[in-house]
């Protein structure tokens, strides 16, 4: 097979940070894409394990391959570095511990030529650590057709609302697109770190289109850093990505049309994952009542907390009890809903 090409229709790009479990398995489905005319940018993030040796045989055998090597600084830099040595025509991303469909940059290229797209979205699988289908998820939008007005407004009211709604693996990107608005991932965010890119993306580009099907397998490793038990980055990093929401529908003005929903999604996920992530520090035998006097007194939280009722039905359990709890400044009360979750 001749895999030689001057200009791919899709760059793929992938960041690689000590995945030597499960690089073989990814790499394998990109190689085999349908669609021939790709180039696969692999960046090397520093990794300690042995996934630089196996990512070199891997570009021994595929032209294809190129690799970028860089000091461990996050998958943000990664991705930005990516881009910018990218020579697609679309843009695709894929975490090295997942695996996607042989025909998903086929259908995804062909659907972006077909309705001259700048980014055309699809639907996921979340797995176990074995790639088997936990469950499917689909985009929340209709299909096949470019998105319209209402279509935006829908996406910016649910950004927050359906997990990995905005994740960038699901998505693929006119490259031309991204050159041009020269916004690229936020280096200072560790935690939630595509969100910010997508939502200026999609605002703003003029053509979307999504289909309802899934090519992406998203593997629950528990060793991802999204994943991880106890998160160090994760306070300031929901603190800049709120700061940076707020300035883009500030900007765009649309923050008094959509401040209340936001906040309220700020109370129903950033506080939850706060309060978890305090307890789950390995160096802290029990959580302080200052402690959570703190992050309930943090700006975002305080201001959440105001734009949320008391009561939430729509929420599961677990979140009415945390928000009701919060807003009520049943501190010790919190403290004891966490210790025997715990």
């Known amino acids: 097979?001749?895999?030689k090409q001057t200009s791919p229709y899709v760059s793929?790009?992938?960041p690689v940070y000590n995945n030597e479990k499960y690089i073989s398995e990814c790499l394998n489905s990109l190689i085999n894409q349908e669609l021939k005319e790709i180039e696969i940018i692999l960046i090397n993030d520093g990794s300690t394990d042995r996934s630089?040796?196996?990512?070199?045989?891997?570009?021994f055998k595929d032209p294809r391959i190129k690799i970028i090597n860089q000091d461990n600084r996050g998958p943000n830099t990664a991705r930005n570095k990516g881009i910018k040595v990218s020579k697609g025509e679309y843009i695709?991303?894929?975490?090295?511990?997942?695996a996607i469909s042989k025909d998903m940059y086929k259908k995804m290229y062909n659907t972006a030529k077909e309705h001259n797209a700048d980014i055309v979205t699809s639907g996921y699988h979340t797995c176990d650590e074995n790639?088997?289908?936990?469950?499917?998820?689909?985009?929340l939008f209709r299909y096949n057709v470019i998105f319209s007005k209402e279509d935006k407004?829908?996406?910016?009211?649910?950004?927050?609302?359906?997990?990995?709604?905005?994740?960038a693996v699901r998505n693929l990107y006119k490259?031309?697109?991204?050159?041009?608005?020269?916004?690229?991932?936020?280096?200072?965010?560790?935690?939630?770190?595509?969100?910010?890119?997508?939502?200026?993306?999609?605002?703003?580009?003029?053509?979307?289109?999504?289909?309802k099907e899934a090519f992406y397998f998203y593997r629950a490793s528990p060793t991802s850093i999204t994943r991880s038990r106890y998160k160090p980055h994760l306070e300031k990093s929901l603190q800049l990505q709120h700061e940076k929401m707020v300035q883009f529908y500030k900007e765009y003005g649309i923050f008094e049309n959509y401040s209340i929903g936001f906040y309220k999604r700020i109370a129903e996920t950033f506080l939850p994952m706060l309060l978890t992530n305090m307890f789950a520090k390995d160096n802290v035998k029990s959580a302080s009542f200052k402690e959570i006097r703190r992050i309930l007194n943090l700006p975002m939280i305080k201001e959440s907390l105001k734009h949320t009722p008391l009561i939430n039905k729509g929420l599961p359990t677990g979140?009415?009890?945390?928000?009701?709890?919060?807003?009520?400044?049943?501190?010790?009360?919190?403290?004891?809903?966490y210790k025997v979750k715990r």
């Open 1 to 3: 097979m001749d895999t």
């Open 12 to 14: 793929i790009i992938v």
């Open 52 to 59: 630089p040796n196996i990512i070199k045989e891997y570009a």
């Open 92 to 98: 695709g991303f894929v975490d090295s511990d997942d």
């Open 131 to 139: 790639l088997n289908i936990i469950s499917t998820h689909y985009p």
């Open 153 to 167: 407004i829908k996406m910016i009211e649910g950004i927050y609302k359906n997990k990995f709604s905005f994740f």
């Open 175 to 211: 490259n031309d697109m991204i050159l041009k608005q020269n916004y690229f991932f936020d280096e200072d965010i560790r935690i939630g770190t595509e969100i910010l890119f997508n939502f200026f993306y999609f605002y703003n580009a003029n053509r979307i289109i999504a289909l």
């Open 319 to 337: 979140k009415q009890i945390i928000i009701i709890l919060s807003k009520l400044k049943l501190y010790r009360l919190l403290w004891l809903y």
